[in-house]
């Protein structure tokens, strides 16, 4: 079975800062990919990011990064610059490579102000 | 532009009626999900679908079913709502197999049980 924690119920962080968000996951797959997910007040999810198993190198997409740790079990996601539009609920998610199905964790509420 | 249709942001509805929320996606994608999301416990998986009239459990089923009969649309069914299914409820969906591709979601319906 998977599982994905994350620890941090809500984190705050001001305007133009750093912010890491925790995502530790189990998993006895060999082959798997995590995937970051930020869902607005508005509802709707929306994919950020995405890093395998076997990939080298860390995922990059625009101000996220993921830092990924394999032998700690660890995807954190690190958001750089942060801005106001960035304050929503933050999912970390896991999918084994031979199903289809997503594991999600609880989520972070994140909080940018000024 | 990927795109993911529910059919309403927020519905009201009695106890014991039943209940239809529908999906449509225009991505030629095999694979639809259902989810409802509680605040606290993330999103879990009720039901999804790996190709039209096909159908599986998912986390927590009881009390739902689903219908794909065309693969553009997956609906959800509340075959008596009760107030315990008061929820937001989220469709997805996504390529089959392809283990680096994300789910794409719905703007989400709030569904509330009277």
């Known amino acids: 079975a998977q599982k994905i924690t994350q620890t941090q119920p809500g984190m705050f962080v001001q305007e133009k800062e750093a912010v890491t968000l925790d995502c530790t996951y189990d998993t006895s797959d060999p082959s798997y990919g995590l995937f970051w997910y930020k869902q607005p007040s508005s509802g709707e999810m929306i994919f950020l990011i995405y890093q395998g198993s076997y990939d080298q190198q860390n995922a990059t997409e625009g101000r996220y990064s993921l830092n990924f740790q394999k032998a700690r079990k660890s995807a954190n996601l690190v958001i750089s610059a942060s801005q106001l539009g960035d304050s929503a609920m933050y999912f970390c998610?896991?999918?084994?490579?031979?199903?289809?199905?997503?594991?999600f964790g609880t989520g972070t509420r994140l909080q940018v102000f000024p | 532009d990927v795109k993911v249709t529910q059919s309403s942001r927020y519905l009201v509805k009695r106890t014991g009626e039943k209940v239809f929320l529908e999906c449509v996606q225009d991505?030629?994608?095999?694979?639809m999900f259902w989810y409802r999301q509680d605040p606290g416990l993330g999103l879990r998986l009720i039901y999804f679908s790996y190709d039209v009239k096909m159908k599986e459990k998912g986390d927590i089923p009881e009390g739902y079913s689903v219908s794909r009969e065309k693969k553009e649309r997956f609906s959800l069914i509340l075959e008596s709502a009760s107030t315990n299914q008061t929820s937001m409820y989220l469709c997805?969906?996504?390529?089959?197999?392809?283990?680096?591709?994300?789910?794409?979601f719905g703007d989400g319906t709030r569904l509330s049980i009277l």
């Open positions: 991505m030629d994608h095999e694979n």
């Open positions: 998610a896991i999918k084994a490579w031979e199903t289809d199905k997503l594991i």
């Open positions: 997805a969906s996504s390529l089959y197999r392809v283990s680096n591709q994300p789910q794409h």
